[in-house]
């Protein structure tokens, strides 16, 4: 059973718009919500993480919005830049239990 | 920061060779260590988590006899791949914690293993 369901697998995003990327969760243990960005050929980068404890965190042109009830969490990244263009990994974690759970990954393209 | 580096980033090596890759934090003690595999296109599989000086915790259906897992020191896990096939064929990709709760995962660039 998939614990992070992850969308959508694919998105095409022109350069400055939007790109909006969701995750689902069910298990109510989880309590950090890591994003990754992974470039091929490279390991996943730490992007930007969230605790249930607040509705939204922002980093630049990152930024997290979670849904604690809804049990969703999503990645919106504004401007979006051709260099943004990689594969981004949601991911759910336990207090005190390091153990992740991915997502299945959404490759980004951004287009000039 | 929090590096982790990881050699060999590739390796072409004849069926049958076993073959070792090192995973290392360069600035900071690693208590915990995850090997993962990664298939072209898709997520990250966790195939085991390794707690220095304990036995590595494998996950279901990672052969532990096939994926030696080694947390020596702080700083330093190794996998050995044990007589490696073609099917072994993939993308192994590292990452470290530090102690305490609920710490990020900092990967390495991984290593990509071609088993002829």
């Known amino acids: 059973q998939q614990q992070v369901k992850q969308s959508p697998q694919s998105l095409i995003v022109q350069k400055g718009g939007i790109s909006i990327i969701n995750c689902a969760y069910e298990n109510t243990a989880f309590d950090y919500f890591p994003w990754y960005q992974q470039f091929p050929g490279k390991g996943p980068a730490l992007l930007i993480a969230?605790?249930?404890?607040?509705s939204e965190k922002k980093e630049g042109r990152f930024t997290i919005s979670f849904n604690k009830s809804a049990k969703q969490f999503s990645l919106h990244i504004m401007d979006s830049q051709p260099g943004d263009s990689a594969t981004y990994f949601c991911a759910a974690s336990m207090y005190n239990f390091n153990k992740f759970y991915f997502g299945s990954g959404t490759k980004l393209n951004v287009k000039p | 920061g929090a590096v982790v580096s990881q050699h060999p980033s590739w390796v072409i090596c004849k069926s049958g060779t076993s073959v070792k890759i090192e995973c290392r934090s360069l600035?900071?003690?690693?208590?915990?260590m995850f090997w993962y595999r990664q298939f072209p296109k898709q997520s990250l599989m966790l195939m085991a988590t390794s707690n220095e000086g304990s036995k590595a915790t494998y996950e279901q259906g990672v052969e532990k006899d096939k994926f030696l897992i080694n947390h020596a020191s702080l700083t330093l896990s190794t996998l050995t791949v044990t007589s490696a096939h073609p099917e072994d064929s993939s993308f192994y990709i590292c990452?470290?914690?530090?102690?305490?709760?609920?710490?990020?995962?900092?990967f390495g660039d991984g290593t990509r293993l071609s088993i002829l």
């Open positions: 990452s470290a914690s530090r102690a305490g709760a609920t710490q990020p995962q900092h």
């Open positions: 969230i605790r249930p404890d607040v």
């Open positions: 600035d900071f003690q690693a208590t915990t």
